[in-house]
């Protein structure tokens, strides 16, 4: 069952590093601020320092996972499994929060949060 679990934190980390990517790097590429939502250049040119930070606590989250992963998977099993459980359940946690920023999120926060929640649940019961 773990293995099945990691492939999902694995893979929920992954797409944090993707979230990352487009918020803090590509942020002001028009084919990443339009699937964000923005308007037009200029207010991605303002919001660029709000996604630029809110980008690296997807790769914190994601980072966790992985160090997570690789503390379970290199025989600390413990320490490993809580630090799984704190990245993935904070990622929930995010899209969860996301979810109450209007109706147009929902599909992001479900995006988001499913793989996070699988990979928590499995480990949580592995």
Excluded: C
């Amino acid at each position: 069952m773990s293995i099945v679990a990691a492939v999902f934190v694995a893979l929920a980390a992954f797409l944090h590093v993707y979230i990352f990517l487009m918020e803090s790097i590509w942020w002001t590429r028009p084919a990443t601020w339009k699937r964000f939502g923005v308007a037009s250049q200029a207010d991605a040119d303002a919001t660029r320092p709000m996604a630029y930070n809110q980008g690296f606590y997807n790769l914190f989250l994601a980072g966790g996972a992985v160090i997570g992963l690789l503390l379970f998977f290199g025989g600390q099993s413990p320490a490993g499994t809580a630090l799984v459980l704190f990245s993935t359940g904070s990622m929930v946690l995010a899209a969860t929060v996301l979810t109450t920023t209007g109706p147009g999120y929902r599909r992001a926060a479900l995006t988001q949060g499913t793989l996070p929640l699988i990979g928590f649940v499995l480990f949580l019961l592995g």
